[in-house]
């Protein structure tokens, strides 16, 4: 009765084959992770101490700490979290829920989409015009903040539009049904069920923010600086940078440092991921349909 | 065209006041027409039904009346549709409007929030904030809707994890606390099963007392269970409104009407 026909043998291994074409890809793609992370761990571990972390370079930056960069690198994130969260969410609640579906709105996502394209080297140029130049920032924590804000917003835009539109449109007019507002909808109904899709925006945001050498180069990171930043009009030394020197320009330089500046970088990355990882997990366990 | 003994029905549910006045009301989406030149009046108090076939309109019909056609640029709508007497087209306060008119939809939309929630948000949404308050709308609209009994234990877990049946319950009674002039039941009983929907027909009965019910069914029985008068519509056109009873076995003006209701259609 239930003997195969040559049908269901043809489909049997087309199912086998096109599961062991996705699982290899999976494996493909997760194995240079596991590489470049053992490695980093393997041949940077050794210079990891609370020196190295909490003290400033010495000896022409081939021994002492990294605190300088790694601060640095925590006030660059948070203040381009600062500017480009509230502005790229407020975008992005207008361009899903209020903009008239009309050939303007499309140009402005597609505008959106091609900015997230521009390589960084050309948003450090517009940031060293506009904010250091034209806004006499000078080079800054604050310009190297927003310019890597203005590389990221594309970033928040977009996850945030997604996630919003991710929520049934039958909520929004069962909403709307009763006598709500635009506003009252969004507020009550829309955001609250948005907010883990956004968290990912951030999460990607703080990645390559933290990561991103060329736009803060001319716009506020400095390779060395005998003091910590001040204010936002200090320069600052930042954890890519930092790297991106060690590794290329300074003769002499012990093998390992460079090697655990980056393994610092991508831990700072995870914890600060982490934070909006768990507060997305805690949000989803209590997730609405 | 009316048997005698009707007419004098209809002359006494004339003499309550009309709560919806329409007047050769069309929609249309894009060029596609949906309703074409519809005259109805919907007295206070009345359960009206309106029957029909699918693609007849009958839901385009309940959109119009609530102004749902701000939020769909293809849909246009002509004529003249009175709400106690005030044109709706010209009423700038549509959050009003439609917070005076309640909506139940075929398919239950639990909104992604708690039972309690559910309820409450109606009443929120209208500024109304005061704890007690809520809990006396919200046990009042859920004992009406016949499913106080069943959540009164978990008014904190999600609308959406109750069963099919309740969850059209908890859309009534949310539909309820806006303490509506008008509600507009749409198919509510796709969803529900048998026993549930004659306890929800009973409570709209109750509910009669204190609000106008338009009541779009595709059963044609539970028209003539409930309505007070009925209309039928068939490709946008209104064939045929008048006593529900009539639609069954008096005269009509459309033989399609009768075809219809005894199932000889198509």
Redesign the interface.
Known sequence: MFQATPVNHRNLSRQKLFRFLFGSMTALLILPVIIVLSTLIYKGAPVISFEFLFANPTNGMTAGGIFPALLGTILLVLGALIASVPLGVAAAIYLSEYA?NNWFTRAINIAIINLAGVPSIVHALFGLGAFVIFFRFGTSILAASLTLAIMTLPIVIVATRESLQAVPM??R?????????RW?TIR??VL??AVTGILTGVILEVSRTAGETAPIMFTGAVFFLPFLPQGVFDQTMALSLHLYVVSTQVPEMPEAVPYGVALVLIGLVLIMNSVSIALRMYLRGK??? | MVVPDSQVEVMTSTATPIKLGVKNLSIKYGQETALDNISLDIHEHEIFGIIGPANAGKTSFLKAINRMDVFNPEMQVDGLIEFSGHDISKVRNVYGLRSRIGVVFPLPVGLPLSVYDNVALAPRLSGENNKAELNVIVERCLRRAALWDEVKDRLDSLGSLLSGGQQQRLTIARALSQEPELLMLDEFSIAVDPVTTMRIEEVLKELKQEMTIILVTNLVQQARRLADRTAFFLDGKCLDIGITEDLFTGEVSDPRTRDYVEGRFG
């Open positions: 008239p039958a909520f007019e069962a909403c709307w049904n009763m006598g709500a507002t009252q009550r109904i609250p069920n997730k609405k349909w």
